[in-house]
Every structure is written in C-alpha cells, then in structure tokens.
C-alpha cells in the first residue's frame, strides 16, 4: 500500500521535475509523462499496479471529469456567439464520422469483425479538450476566434459523445440480445437529456449557493471540485453522461462572474494538471507488461488515415454550411489532437472483459502519442502558415482580487513596463486611461515608489493599479507589449489607419478617391463586411473594396466596431 | 511620393505650441491657405474634420496623420509638426500626440495619393525616425532630417 503510495507519488515527482525540458525540446509535456509512465512500467511494481484494471478505470474516469471542469470554467459564453454550431455539430456528426471511417479502415487493416474495429475506431474519434486547451494556452498564441472557439467547445463536448458510441457499441459486442434501434436512441437521449439537465441545473445551482456561504478561502475551490464530481457521479449513476453534466456544469461558474473565479480557477489549473498527468502515466503503466508492441505498423496506419482521412472528412462535411473558409476547415482538421480520452475509452473493453480487448490501448497509445507528436508540435507553425494567428494582446503580470465589500469586482494587477513606449521615460499626462482605476506604486530596482502624475515611468518599471477586469487589457496595451514577427505587428496586420464600423461606404468614397458602386453608399463599413463574409465576423476577417482592405479590428455586441484600413 | 518631396520649409514647423486637436487643424488648414493660394482656409479644416469623423486619424506612438482630398489642389502637399507638447488626439492607441504630418492631396489619382500616404504611416511607424525628428530644436535642422531621414530609405 505505502509502497503503491510512494511508486506512483515518485512516479508524479518526476514527471513534473522533468516538464521544464519538454519547452526546451519543442515536445508537448503530456508526451514525457506517457514516457514515465512508460519507463516504470518496465518495473515490477509498476506491472503489478497495472494489473487493477478497476481502480485504473475509476482514477481514468475521476482524471477526465476534473479536466472537463476546468475545461468548462475556462469556456467564455464570448466564444458561443461564433463557435457553438459548428462546434455542436463537428462534437456530435463529426465523431461519428470520424469513428465510423477510422473504424473501417481498422476492419481492413487489423483484420477484425466490424464490431470492435468500429469500437477502435469510436475511442480514438474524439478530440481532447485538455490538450487542446493546453497547447493553445501554453504556445501564448492568439487564434482566431471562429478557429478557437469551435476547437474549444468541440473538444469539450465531444467526449459524451464518443463515449456514448462506445458504451452502445460494447453492448452491442457483449449482450446476446443486441439493443435495437429504438433502445440506442433511448439510451442516447438518457445520456444527454440527464447530462444535460443534470449538469445545467447542478451548475445554476452551485452559482447561486457559492456566493452566499461564508467559507474559508480555500474551501470554495474544493467547493467546485466536490460539487462538480457529486452531479457527475449521480448522473452517471441514473445512466446519463456524467462528462456532459460536468463540462456544462463548470460551464455554467465559470460564467457568472463569481468573485471567487480566479483562486478557483488557479486551484483547477492544478487538478487539471495532475489529472492530465495520472492519465498519461497510467496509460503507459498500462502498456508495458503486455509487450505487444508488435501492432507498431497497423497503429500508424490507422493514425495516418485518421489524421489525413477520417478527420478532414468529418470537418469538411460538419463544418460546410457555417461558412467557414479553407484554412479554417483545414487548420481544425489538422488541431483534431488525441488525449486522455482515447485512454479512458481504452478501459471500456478491458473492463468488459471483450476478445482482444488487450489491442485496445496499444492502438491509443500510438495513435495518441503520433498526434501529439505530428499535431501538437506543428500547430503553432500551421496557425502561421494558414494565417489564423492574430497579433498577440499582452496582459498583466499578476492579478489579485480584492476582498472588500464593493459591489465591483476590484482586482490588484501589476504590469511591467517594456517596449518602445517607455524609452526615453514619461508621465502619463495626457494619456487617456480606462475609468474607475488607481495607480498605486511603482517597483523599481527593486525599490517601492508611490505613484505621482509627475512621476517620469521607464522600461523595467512594475506598476500596480486597481481597477476593474475591463480595465485590464487597455492597461496592457498601454503599458507592455508582445515580440512577434513583423507580420504580425499590430500597424502591419490592420492596417495604420481605423475607421468606425458605422462609418457609411459613401464617406469612404469621398474621402479616399475609392470607387464604391452606387447601390452600397447607404451601406455601412461593420454591414458591408458581414455581407461580404458567409459567418459571424471575428477580428481578424478580411473584405476587399476598390484598391483597399478592411480588416475587422474589435467587435462589440456581434457587430463590428472597429475597422483596420490597409491599402 | 516621398515625405521630402511633399514638404516646403514654411510648412515644417518646430515645437509648435498648441492646446488641441482643433487648434492643430487650424492652424495647419491656416497655414496651408496662405502658402497655396488655392482653397479657402475653412475649406481645408472642414475636409479634416470630416475626415477625422470616420475615424481618428492618431495612428499610435504619438503620430498623428491628418489627410483629406482637395478640390483646387493640383498636388500633393504635406506639412510636419512637432508639438511642445503633447496633445489629446483621440488617438487609436489612447496616447497624446506630439507629431504631426499632415497630407493633402488632388481628388484625380487616388490610388497614387493612397500609396504616398501607405508610405508616411510606414516612415513614422518606425521608433528611430520618431525620435529624431523629436529631438529636432528648430525648423530647418527638423526640414533637413526629414531629407536625410527619406533618402536612407
């Protein structure tokens, strides 16, 4: 029992001891915890503890759900305006796309039943919404957000999904009485209509009960932790997905402008590490002492033809009616990354006891570990060659919430001064700074100064303020700045000069010599754009008039308000 | 067109002191007036404040690049300003202004007259440029570094 305790938490200390080097050598951290995982498998300890295939599947499952929370608490309602449709329907169409082309193409080239080679093809269908959320997170890159957004909410909504298809196929493998149509489609309805519901209402609730208690601070994230994992067991108990219920549930927290959010959101950061850390681990424990490392060829085939076939379908064919251009279907066919999840549905088969259930996940962990490899180290440069990256926004160093009885939301926020701005050093007279803010002091050499209108800033500078969560990117903006390559310099990428989104084409006509058809004057710049788009607009998005470019610079309520001019 | 090419030294002006967006405008509309002999003072400032009402033209880093097309011009004309001091520009990137390069143009031959202006917000979109036409105490060492500045280029 110690001895377990001591395995696996020396197994943890590594694998974090070690994250520094997966930045240095350009590799995605999960894939050094699989090589751990990997390495102390070949222990005898190790073969031992992976033997529990029960306690495997329960930590699998605890690991998914607290991913899926934080998942959840991270996913702006923004980011639905632009992302949900396609999202929803390349989460739900695009799986069984992915999985029914993917599980073909295993009947061929494994050479088994069309059952379980579609169940191979079903556990590896969904995209991973911890890796997704991780790579995109930790590269510092700025996508666009019709890109983003769906990626995002795909990835979070699609593991209901495929394990639905998962848990309907091994019925289908296991029972001598195939469930027929009728009772599959009750089954699919059970397991979203309670995911749903459960994790709506659980989450509603949990926004309105926190609040109100009066605990000490650092029980509100284990508050969460607790909540979320109680609707997750007992929806899953009543034969709804659990995975759902707790993604629509963090979902719903993480959108209600709860005070507590950023130490809940700091303490989840950390759950969801550990969690994408035991999975990857334990899928390595899991692989070595079966030593059948000999599907190596059919594993990279089947990985090729999901990465290059099945994938690509499923986008193209879910995503054509939302007007998404190519580079966009291309780029969110190529970030299809595999994660956890394929690890988890993995166990499904070894729990069920099924013929070649071994096979399983040693098909995963190729597949998963090709993915990652291919995919999660290429994505930065595919957003860049694709030209879906945006210039980066720079942010604040730290923040901190201030506990005090205002009905604003005040955060403490430090910047740290660089760039061009603040050399030679200057006041701030004359600049035109967000409302209700306070500048407090200034760090510099290490030395406190407080902050006076004449007080001359310079590069190096910290300086802390209070204000609102608004205030926070104009202070950025202002205060720092993001090294980027020159295409992506903010003057280069809009343009030099911006226009109103309400300002009319005519106006434009007149005061740029460009030639506009007559029956567009009364159009205004933020309509003429939508017209020329086939989705809701997003920074970033490109419309020709005449000799001239608009570039969609900032957008308020859905509706463009800032326009970029390049010539 | 090049920037040196668009400017004469009664229309490059060295720490001028001024308290506004408007009072910049007119007096650069003023001044222009008096060196062109063609459109009426008041003409030229309603063309920028028109043009200023599609959007600031404040381009960032403290610059400013006013611009309207002219009826009665028969070429481009530019005029540059350093400021005392900075003014509220309602610029882009919220910051005062302090550099001002004002353009001018025909209404025939747009596209040309975008390009000309493509390339002024390209020479200021550059920190060195910026501070040394700053650094410039007086109108003709400010005239001759704008030359020297567009033939580096």
Redesign the interface.
Known sequence: MILTLLFASAMLLISIVLSPLSNRIGMPVLLLFLGVGLLAGQSELGQLMSTEVESTFLVGHLALAIILLDGGMRTRFETFRVGLKPALSLATFGVVITAAVTGWAAHWILGLPLLPSLLIGTIISSTDAAAVFALLQNHGLRLNQRVSATLEIESGSNDPMAIFLTIILLELITRSTPPGVGEAALLLLTQMGLGAVGGLAGGWLLARVLPKLALQAAFYPLLVTAAGLSVFALVSLFDGSGFLAIYLMGIQVGNRGLRKLDDILQVHDGLAWLAQLSLFLMLGLLLSPHDKMEYIPEGLALAAVLILIARPLAVFITLWPFGFRWREQLFIAWVGLRGAVPIVLALFPLMADIEHAALFPIIAFIIVTLSLLLQGTTLARAARWLKLELPAEPAALRRLNIEWASPKNHRLMVFELDG??WT?PRTL?????PTDIVMTAVLRDGVMLPYEPDLKLQSGDQLAVIGEEEAEL?LA??FSSVASIPALK??TFFG?????GS?QLE??A?????EVPVELHSLSLADYIDSCLQAPPVVGDRAGLG??QLVVKSLEAGKVS??GLK? | MQLSELLTPPLTLCHVDVVSKKRVLELASQTIAEQLNGPAAEDIFSGLINRERLGSTGIGEGVAIPHCRMAGVDRAVGMLMTLASPIDFDAIDNRPVDLVCLLLVPEQGAEEHLQTLAGLAELFNDSETREALRACTDSESLLTRVQGLCQER
């Open positions: 061009e701005h030679p007279k004359g600049v035109r700074l104009p903006r202002l903010e003057s030099a000069f911006e226009l109103n300002v106006a434009l007149q005061n740029f010599g460009i000799s001239i800032r326009v010539f």
